[in-house]
T-cell receptor, first 116, second 112 residues
């Protein structure tokens, strides 16, 4: 398996523009997580999905952020309008709930977003 | 609420030195505990885990023991290598949820 795939790897945009980050989870995984990583705040969980349904979006900073998962193999995180304080590395992770165990989360390589 | 506290970094060591990165947690019940590692430019990857009290997780020479009495899960390695330079995250997952709570991360630098 190719692992969790994120695109783009780097995004530079100007304040006010719409930004869309994309994620393809590992095939067969039923949980998908979006995280944001900054020096100041560390790793923050933004939202997570189970079987394409949002379960907990309490970490989404404000209405400018939205996430969708239209099917089991694709999710997007959208910021509209973007602001300089949104600059961060955004990670997508997926995990499998079935079979008990500890539900390891597998992380993608991240998207480094810079908002000028 | 549930939380994880890690020692502040960076931790700078010479090659072959002994490593300890402290991690303590606050949680009700019996969470599972994890150490994840993030190498430069990459996402996090699982290093080791422990799912119940007194369990010892180990991988690649790293070890951590789930200590319920001290609510700790300290990461140790007897002899670090330059290739161990990375950021290490302690995390917990409470039973009944698939949501992880991560610590702030500790950067390790190993000098040759």
């Amino acid at each position: 398996d190719a692992g969790v795939i994120q695109s783009p790897r780097h995004e530079v945009t100007e304040m006010g523009q719409e930004v869309t980050l994309r994620c393809k989870p590992i095939s067969g995984h039923d949980y998908l997580f979006w995280y944001r990583q900054t020096m100041m705040r560390g790793l923050e969980l933004l939202i997570y999905f189970n079987n394409n349904v949002p379960i907990d979006d309490s970490g989404m900073p404000e209405d400018r952020f939205s996430a969708k998962m239209p099917n089991a193999s694709f999710s997007t995180l959208k910021i509209q309008p973007s602001e300089p304080r949104d600059s961060a590395v955004y990670f997508c992770a997926s995990s499998l709930s079935a079979g008990g165990g500890y539900n390891e989360q597998f992380f993608g390589p991240g998207t480094r977003l810079t908002v000028l | 609420g549930n939380s994880v506290t890690q020692m502040e970094g960076p931790v700078t060591l010479s090659e072959e030195a002994f490593l300890t990165i402290n991690c303590t947690y606050t949680a009700t019940g019996y969470p599972s505990l994890f150490w994840y590692v993030q190498y430069p430019g990459e996402g996090l990857q699982l290093l080791l885990k422990a799912t119940k009290a007194d369990d010892k997780g180990s991988n690649k020479g790293f070890e951590a023991t789930y200590r319920k009495e001290t609510t700790s899960f300290h990461l140790e390695k007897g002899s670090v290598q330059v290739s161990d330079s990375a950021v290490y995250f302690c995390a917990l997952r409470h039973s009944g949820t698939y949501k992880y709570i991560f610590g702030t991360g500790t950067r390790l630098k190993v000098l040759a």
